[in-house]
């Protein structure tokens, strides 16, 4: 557990000394936000902005990661040691989540507390969307991790995975901005169910349908993630 511990902290001090993704994470979902302040429907912003910074951390950023300690041979050198390599990626996951949470934090600070948005609506169904939500993202960025044969490949396939579905999903913007045509192929993405269990969370009885998909999600993503990912 210590060594668990020391290699989170050590994960969460590399992740926010990377300029981008402390900005992106952290800082530009509250600036979106206040970028639509004067929006009459600024609360229905939240939830996906939520989704969001999950998105930016675990499909876009974790793969980058992943990959480049394969590339320069560290978890083959950890599986030498008495820390296994699994270790450090759920130390990964876990720096990953704290940074998400301070993201998520200062988001719904902004939002309550400086445009009057109302408090989640179900706060611990809420919580439960937001883990579920996270390690769905973290394990579609492992499944990208093990099809990447380096690390600026990596980057290059989270990003590319990673912006369309925030516009497509209802994250970067309500799906009820989405045209029609766009908004039939969101329909097919995990983190548009992502952002439907938050935003059902926030606002009113969560169904248990989009709970199911994302739960899904997680448990395929893991397994096939598992059968390809390379450790050298």
């Not at 300690?69 to 450090?88: D, G, H, I, N, Q």
Request: glycine content about 8%; overall charge neutral.
């Amino acid at each position: 557990m210590r060594a668990f511990a020391h290699l989170s902290a050590s994960e969460l001090r590399l992740l926010s000394r990377d300029p981008g993704t402390l900005f992106f994470m952290v800082a530009f979902p509250a600036m979106l936000l206040l970028l639509n302040g004067s929006n009459d429907d600024l609360e229905v912003f939240v939830p996906g902005y939520l989704a969001m910074v999950l998105a930016i951390g675990g499909i876009s950023t974790l793969p980058g990661v992943m990959a480049s300690y394969r590339e320069r041979k560290v978890l083959r050198r950890m599986a030498t040691t008495p820390v296994s390599p699994f270790a450090l990626l759920t130390a990964q996951i876990a720096a990953q989540l704290v940074m998400a949470l301070a993201g998520a934090a200062i988001l719904v600070g902004v939002a309550v507390l400086g445009f009057g948005v109302a408090l989640p609506a179900h706060p611990a169904a809420l919580v439960l969307s937001f883990v579920l939500c996270a390690l769905m993202c973290y394990a579609i960025g492992f499944v990208l991790a093990a099809l990447a044969p380096r690390a600026r490949t990596a980057d290059l396939m989270g990003l590319l995975v990673m912006f369309p579905m925030i516009f497509l999903a209802g994250a970067a913007i309500p799906r009820e901005g989405v045209p029609g045509e766009l908004r039939e192929i969101g329909e097919y993405l995990p983190l548009t169910h992502a952002v439907t269990v938050l935003r059902e969370s926030w606002f009113g009885a969560p169904s248990a349908m989009p709970f199911l998909i994302v739960s899904a999600t997680i448990v395929v993503g893991t397994a096939i993630a598992v059968a390809l990912f390379r450790w050298e």
